[in-house]
T-cell receptor, first 115, second 115 residues
């Protein structure tokens, strides 16, 4: 099946700094990528949908100025957590899809810890 | 809004036991339903899906039937193996009902199979 990678797999940063997480589709072109957030023992919550070449669509309650999403190419989307705070500590998962109606392929996730 | 409720774990079974993981949903429209599996250290993988009422999804010995009358999509397997140990997520997509383009997930059920 198709492979999606995330980098880094885990990151620790200090409060107030920014951190960037990359999501790459390794063997297919993804017109759409999704970003999810997962708290311990909780569901994956959809944060935003990004389509290549256009602005991301954020879900209600997700601060677009805090979670900057860029989908600059058909194989790369980035999530930047700006001015991170301890409450942003979470597991961030991306998925990629070739086109509407096709399966989403998930990355392994990135563990963010803000100290 | 859309939601998915699934039984919480961990669920511990002996090898060759019968498995049922319950999943019920709430959606505005007529959603597509999915089961994803996450093995340790890996990304979510699609296990099976059903797109309309009475459809049965099946894969690797797992089955689930889309029951519109009970809004359920329970996962079953007749004889589990140690290699089935993983976290299982029930999910829905309700784009036609006005939902997000991404997936709405349940909290996940951790399945542990003992030899």
């Amino acid at each position: 099946g198709a492979v999606v990678s995330q980098h880094p797999s885990w990151v620790i940063c200090k409060s107030g700094t920014s951190v960037k997480i990359e999501c790459r589709s390794l063997d297919f072109q993804a017109t759409t990528m999704f970003w999810y957030r997962q708290f311990p023992k909780q569901s994956l919550m959809l944060m935003a949908t990004s389509n290549e070449g256009s602005k991301a669509t954020y879900e209600q309650g997700v601060e677009k100025d805090k979670f900057l999403i860029n989908h600059a190419s058909l194989t790369l989307s980035t999530l930047t957590v700006t001015s991170a705070h301890p409450e942003d500590s979470s597991f961030y998962i991306c998925s990629a899809r070739w086109d509407r109606g096709y399966e989403q392929y998930f990355g392994p996730g990135t563990r963010l810890t803000v100290t | 809004g859309d939601s998915v409720t699934q039984m919480e774990g961990p669920v511990t079974l002996s090898e060759e036991a019968f498995l049922t993981i319950n999943c019920t949903y709430t959606a505005t429209g007529y959603p597509s339903l999915f089961w994803y599996v996450q093995y340790p250290g890996e990304g979510l993988q699609l296990l099976l899906k059903a797109t309309k009422a009475d459809d049965k999804g099946s894969n690797k010995g797992f089955e689930a039937t889309y029951r519109k009358e009970t809004t359920s999509f329970h996962l079953e397997k007749g004889s589990v193996q140690v290699s089935d140990s993983a976290v299982y997520f029930c999910a829905l997509s309700d784009v036609l009902g006005g939902g997000a383009d991404g997936l709405t997930f349940g909290k996940g059920t951790h399945l542990i199979i003992q030899p």
